[in-house]
């Protein structure tokens, strides 16, 4: 009985293997950019621009036009250089370094406004805009981190910890 009883246990067990095999491939992120099909903002353009401030313990504001970043007393340890890149790119983002570091975490939340006006107003009017923390390399879209659009602006701002390569996304 005993030999019996651990055979039907262990057919339990591993009856699930004996499954027919499944396709292996690449999982796409369960995100809610591939359940909406949300897709990155294009707006190309061939130039870069970029601007570079040294931004001390008790915060400060770094800008170039319209995009900013504004960081808050107490968010920063030391005197930290950040910059703040527009590259020239079929979509509209954004790369904000400190130190040269695509990623680095604050101590407080930062406030980032991304600047779109370059992009055509058929494009945005009535779109839903979110800003997207992508792979600036392969422009993958990995955290939304949501935003609040200023429509007359043209302007889109967002809250984080943290600086990345972000993009604007509809």
Known sequence: RFGLACLAAAAFLFAPSCREPHATGIKL????????Q??????PSTQEQSTVSIVGV????VSLGNTKITIPAG??????????RVPASQFMEV????????????KRPVSVTIDYS???QSATDGASLTVWHIDSNTKA???NMGGTNDTAA???????GHLSGYAVAN
């Open 75 to 84: 968010a920063l340890l030391e005197p930290t250089l950040i910059q703040v």
């Open 29 to 36: 992120p369960d995100t809610p950019a591939h359940k909406l």
């Open 154 to 160: 043209r302007t889109i701002t967002f809250s984080t």
């Open 58 to 61: 008790l915060g400060g504001i």
């Open 141 to 143: 879209l990995l955290e």
């Open 38 to 43: 949300t897709t990155l903002l294009e707006c």
């Open 118 to 120: 370059r992009c055509p």
């Open 95 to 106: 790369d904000v370094t400190a130190n040269g570091l695509l990623s680095f975490l604050f």
